[in-house]
């Protein structure tokens, strides 16, 4: 791919976070496009942007950058995507991709779909794929590698467009899927949105407990508790967005997992090790699995501690 | 350490899982211990701490293990301690230190307290530390290091036993602590146990829907519930124990999380954006208390997947 021409003419990546600066960073490695354009409403964020070079022009209105725009890519927390959407829409050409990293899918659709050009190829899209840092120093061109890319074309997006935009996700790395948005809710509910929530949640428990301290918690944290304080270090104001923008799947989800935990709690106080031991064999193959579809490491503890033979 | 008189005559180990082989290794390695002693039930455990070459001599009886033993430390589940002190109690020397690293306190004092010769010094132990792995083969002997082991002593240990206890647990890489055995049992519910409980919950309500299929769980993992399968990947018998053994403080903390959980589900619902973010935000403080106290790495993902430059 290095070698060739390149995908496109010329990016426009809206917002420049970690997964921003990971596109950036990956399609200048790989040759996908010939020019980046940068923009972010924060001068701050911006001048971070130029001095690690991730791009070519940078700019604090996301109209100026997707002007001549080929392929346009919003990485902003999606509570954002409305009014970049309304910045940008008469600026778009006849022939643009324009789609985003969003972690919800049917916000998404609604919150631009019915404001952009009919002559603009609209294909929403999401990397599954992040680490609990945040800001474009975080990025890395490796962060999509053996990663899933989904992608919810809506009814009238032109399959031509739903290809191109695929290609450059496995350009940079990615397996692509491609889902009913709905269905992407509540898939991700499950997978990220709820787990999310619980590590937040155990995380502010901990925080606020008086018989325990926050030293005590801390030094002990490596017994279980310091797992959920990872997820739960990541970006405030695309998370709130995320709970804000899926509520219905979220809260699906979130009814299902409380059910099971009252069981659980029930099993606990009952003295129930039977059906204690079962559950807790059951979710041994699940990880298993996991690791066995290279989605995690088989190392001990993440291979946060190498095991020395 | 290494060069001078071993600290120990004896050891003998009861149970050889992730944290005995550990501490067989740690010793050997620091010259902590002359002998090692090794017992437990499973002959094919015994035959694979051979083949490991763990200890000096092999036993499916503990009392037999313990004959001569200045440090007896049982490593099996905790459920299994009484049965087991039973067996050794009349076989424990004078001067003999009999200790633990059972991950509830209270329970076993209660087990082992009242059944234990006056001459024995009994001193309940926790090292705080582990991976998800188990059995014999998963041990290497810097698991300690950095780490925390809690001793609580009876009233009646003698200071003498506890301290030579805290160096053996020192010489092994532990920073140590005395605790009493409630507050022990509370901190760990909280930074342990209802962390396991909830990972083993949202595993198991992950692997039985119907409208999301395990493949999607196991492909969109990344996202966050790859991290929660880890600790729900634990040893099955050694939970059911905790859970079994420690059922007030882990119902005590679970009905705090629960509360929260309400809390947060009905900001999700009624689209409480400042509320979420106040919490997502007062989150982040904690890892990075973690970090700093060195009980976690600050590399992204744990590090699974290295950042390059």
Chains 1, 2 share one sequence.
């Not at 921003?20 to 996908?32: E, F, P, Q, V």
């Not at 609604?110 to 474009?136: D, R």
């Amino acid at each position: 791919m290095a070698e060739g021409k390149p995908m496109f003419r010329k990016l426009a990546l809206i917002g420049i976070g970690l997964i921003g600066s990971s596109i950036a960073l990956g399609a200048k490695k790989k040759n996908l496009v010939a020019e980046i354009a940068i923009a972010t409403r924060s001068k701050e964020t911006l001048a971070k942007a130029k001095a690690l070079g991730l791009g070519n022009r940078y700019f604090t209105d996301p109209a100026q950058a997707v002007d001549g725009a080929d392929l346009v890519i919003l990485c902003t927390p999606v509570g954002a995507f409305r009014g970049i959407g309304k910045a940008i829409q008469q600026y778009l050409g006849a022939d643009t991709i324009l789609t985003d990293v969003g972690s919800v899918k049917t916000h998404v659709q609604q919150a631009l779909g019915p404001i952009m050009p009919s002559y603009v190829n609209f294909v929403p899209g999401h990397p599954v794929a992040g680490t609990e840092h945040s800001g474009p120093e975080a990025g890395f061109a490796e962060l999509f590698e053996g990663r899933w890319c989904i992608l919810t074309p809506l009814p009238t997006s032109k399959s031509q467009a739903v290809a191109k935009l695929a290609e450059f996700w496995k350009a940079l790395g990615s397996n692509v899927e491609i889902m009913d948005a709905a269905h992407h809710d509540l898939v991700l509910a499950i997978t990220s949105h709820v787990p999310h929530l619980i590590a937040y949640n155990i995380v502010g428990v901990a925080d606020e407990l008086e018989d325990v301290t926050k030293g005590e918690v801390i030094k002990y944290s490596a017994s279980g508790f310091r797992d959920f304080t990872r997820i739960a270090a990541s970006d405030p104001v695309m998370w709130r967005d995320v709970f804000l923008t899926n509520r219905d799947a979220v809260l699906e989800m979130l009814g299902r997992f409380t059910e099971d935990l009252t069981a659980l709690q029930k099993m606990v106080r009952n003295g129930d090790g039977d059906g204690l031991e079962k559950l807790f064999t059951r979710t041994r193959e699940i990880r298993r699995s996991i690791v066995e579809a290279g989605q995690d490491t088989s190392a001990a503890d993440f291979g946060r501690r190498a095991k020395k033979p």
